[in-house]
């Protein structure tokens, strides 16, 4: 494992390699072919992506937003995600385990940051993460760097994605797995009182509810 001056950023880009499973090199390899026979190109590969990821990523900043605006369904969100996710038509499908043999519901817990407490979230052991929500995670977050680093050294690695949080406040790390997912609720940025809820999520980035960052200004 490399340390910190070695990895001076915890966006590694692509995975690598050695990091990939058997199924996700095989597919890898077909995707190469597919595109070296002129099956498809990248561009349209990307395009597939940014669908898969955009939806459930727009269905998390609607639900942030929401929560922004209403205080009762705040915390009705905090208290019982699911129940309140379905009341503005946002049930995400169920959250299956990962394990084949004992496929289940995956609980998804909502937590807040406030002025006071900072929260984070990682996967130790895989990439759990609410994709129904936020779609497909970021290869940095699927990464032995940032799932290593994060638990050492988290307000050293918010640093570097250029999140300072302030000594006076916690950070607390939670770790995903594949019984428990988890979304951040960020705070509402300053000088938004007059915005609308459909403005307001635009301001909600996918690492803001990851806990890597934080919304944009207006």
Not at 123 to 137: K, V, W
Not at 138 to 157: A, E, F, Q, T
Request: charged share 30%; net charge neutral; hydrophobic share 35%.
């Amino acid at each position: 494992m490399k340390d910190h001056k070695d990895h001076p950023n915890p966006h590694p880009g692509r995975q690598p390699d050695k990091e990939l499973s058997p199924q996700a090199m095989r597919l890898k390899a077909m995707i190469a072919v597919l595109i070296e026979k002129g099956v498809l190109t990248r561009e349209q590969l990307d395009q597939e992506i940014e669908k898969f990821q955009g939806q459930p990523q727009n269905d998390g900043a609607k639900a942030v937003a929401h929560a922004w605006v209403d205080p009762d369904f705040k915390k009705r969100l905090l208290a019982n995600p699911k129940r309140a996710l379905s009341e503005i038509g946002l049930a995400p499908k169920p959250i299956i385990s990962n394990d084949p043999e004992n496929e289940h519901e995956a609980q998804l817990t909502v937590v807040e940051n406030t002025d006071n407490l900072h929260h984070v979230t990682v996967c130790t052991l895989c990439s759990c993460y609410p994709q129904q929500l936020l779609g497909r995670p970021p290869d940095w977050y699927k990464s032995l760097v940032y799932r290593s680093r994060i638990v050492r050294d988290p307000r050293g690695v918010l640093d570097e994605f250029g999140l300072h949080i302030g000594k006076d406040v916690r950070i607390q790390l939670l770790d995903s797995t594949a019984d428990l997912r988890f979304l951040v609720l960020p705070q509402r940025p300053k000088g938004t009182e007059k915005m609308s809820e459909e403005e307001l999520a635009k301001l909600v980035t996918r690492d803001s509810m990851i806990g890597t960052g934080q919304p944009r200004t207006p």
